[in-house]
């Protein structure tokens, strides 16, 4: 019964936004760090922010920086990403990924195998395009 489902994805421009929502239940997210990660098709997936549920610590991959804003509603088991001025470069599936840890950072530079050992949602579609 624990599960995580994106929401929110969809085609902009570039400078445009978008909010990305990740619905968490089955779990608390007081006792979880909650990432999103994104992947093209035939490259490798990387992580683009983390945040810890519990005092809403925060991650984020330097090419987001200043861009993206990722955020809690604990009282719903939700987590958010906003995302401003996107640019081409951050069309990708994006993946809401959830873990039983208090290191966010870790969270963020997770091995394949730890991911593999995470909660994962099945993606929302992000485009950027003119």
């Known amino acids: 019964q624990l599960q995580l489902v994106e929401s929110g994805g969809g085609v902009v421009q570039p400078g445009g936004s978008l909010r990305l929502s990740c619905a968490a239940s089955?779990?608390?997210?007081?006792?979880?760090?909650i990432g999103w990660f994104r992947q093209v098709p035939g490259k490798e997936r990387a992580g683009v922010s983390c945040l810890r549920g519990l005092d809403g610590l925060t991650y984020y991959a330097d090419s987001v920086k200043g861009r993206f804003t990722i955020s809690r509603d604990n009282a719903k088991s939700t987590v958010y990403l906003e995302m401003n001025n996107l640019e081409p470069e951050d069309t990708s599936v994006y993946y809401c990924?959830?873990?039983?840890?208090?290191?966010?950072?870790?969270?963020?530079?997770?091995?394949?195998?730890?991911?593999?050992?995470?909660?994962w949602g099945k993606g929302t579609q992000v485009t950027v395009s003119s």
């Open positions: 089955g779990f608390t997210l007081d006792y979880y760090v």
């Open positions: 990924v959830g873990r039983g840890t208090q290191n966010v950072e870790a969270m963020f530079l997770s091995s394949d195998e730890d991911l593999g050992m995470s909660m």
